[in-house]
């Protein structure tokens, strides 16, 4: 009998190469990111190496601004039937508490205090929906994973930079060129 696959090697197949920003794009990506409703976002992600559905999982009961710390607990997950879910982390060991670089602490208490305001404001909208997360739409919603890579891409575009994934870990080590006082710390 003939098999012509017998000789045919398998092997599994090498994860794509990943670059990340350097560290005058990340510079670059943030200056130009600074008038934008998600900016905080993109400063929390660049400078601590959060994940995508962790940064969209944060909810303001998470945040000890006093303290400088949030509680990673959950991450934000599109479902099959393109709805979206709270989960718990993959792991035990995914469940931290950081420490917040102080340009972030600052950027998440300017962007509470907005909130505030913007709930003072509009108590009277039904169009609000308090979610309690951190990063919402402007209707007060999570925000779709797919639609923060689309923005992600945009902006990167916008401000002149190469597309790349939008993936917290690999970035982080830009950022220590960056703001070498803003060293990611996790504590336990």
Not at 153 to 181: C, D, E, K, V, Y
């Amino acid at each position: 009998m003939l098999r012509p696959a017998r000789n045919v090697r398998t092997g599994t197949p090498r994860p794509r190469r990943f670059e990340p920003l350097t560290a005058d794009e990340a510079r670059q990506l943030l200056t130009y990111a600074g008038g934008h409703r998600l900016h905080a976002l993109f400063e929390l992600a660049l400078h601590t190496g959060l994940r995508k559905g962790e940064l969209l999982g944060l909810r303001w009961e998470d945040l000890d601004l006093d303290a400088g710390t949030a509680a990673i607990r959950r991450t934000l997950q599109r479902t099959a039937v393109g709805g979206l879910t709270t989960l718990p982390t993959k792991t035990r060991a995914s469940e931290r508490r950081i420490a917040l670089p102080t340009w972030c602490l600052w950027c998440l208490q300017s962007l509470k205090l907005h909130r505030e305001q913007q709930h003072e404001r509009e108590a009277t909208n039904t169009a609000w929906q308090h979610s309690g997360h951190v990063f919402t739409t402007v209707q007060g919603t999570p925000i779709d994973p797919t639609n923060l890579t689309r923005t992600f891409t945009t902006l990167l575009r916008r401000a002149g930079l190469r597309r790349i994934r939008f993936h917290g870990p690999s970035t982080a080590n830009t950022m220590r060129w960056i703001s070498p006082g803003c060293r990611v710390r996790h504590e336990s």
